[in-house]
């Protein structure tokens, strides 16, 4: 299945141009024309990942990306004119996971793509990873152990892809929150400890108990 890609852009020639530029290359992709109700559009649309310009007609890209993330963590590049050191800030401040000033280099953005939709659907990589009687099934947002299954939230599930990966080894908090959000200047650390501990809560309910090992002032291991 392709991954889609939502365009929003109020520049026709510029969204014509990403267009054929990401299609070209793989991605399903969609734009909105109405600018009045883009949150319903992404809602609908479910999209993959989200190109988003600062200046867009009757609302602002910063305005978006703040709305977006009250019901979603679909990366956002913003794909953007406005290039001072502030607009770089403000978007990553509210949200966003990558920032790219036009004219923009193709090859720069579409690695910039590929990467941030591989750190964010490891899903699509492979199908079940297996460690001490625990399998982590990757297309279903899953774990089971000993008959029973707990389902698991796109961060959960990326946690725990990374601990299976690194099976065995100890993995450095600052790894795991660099894998989770790209940019671990801007994201309070305690946001990893309060996903670790939701993801403990919800194996010990289907009886898997001290699976995540604290290592202290290191990280984590299973």
Known sequence: MKQKILMIEDDPLIRNELDTLLQSNGYETAAPEDFDNVIDQIKAEQPHLILLDIKLPGTSGFSLCTQIRTFSQVPIIFVTSCNTDMDE???????????????????????????????????????????????????????????????????ELKILYYLFKNAGKICARGDLVEFLWDNQLYVDDNALSVNINRIREKLAGIGLTDFIKTKHRQGYTI
């Open 89 to 155: 800030l403000n978007s990553i401040m509210l949200g966003g996971d990558a920032f790219i000033t036009k004219p923009y280099h193709t090859a720069i953005l579409l690695a910039k793509i590929a990467s941030l939709l591989k750190r964010a659907y490891p899903v699509q990589q492979s199908g079940q990873m297996a460690c001490g009687g625990a399998v982590l099934r990757l297309e279903s947002s899953s774990l089971d152990y000993d008959g029973q299954s707990v389902e698991l939230t796109k961060n």
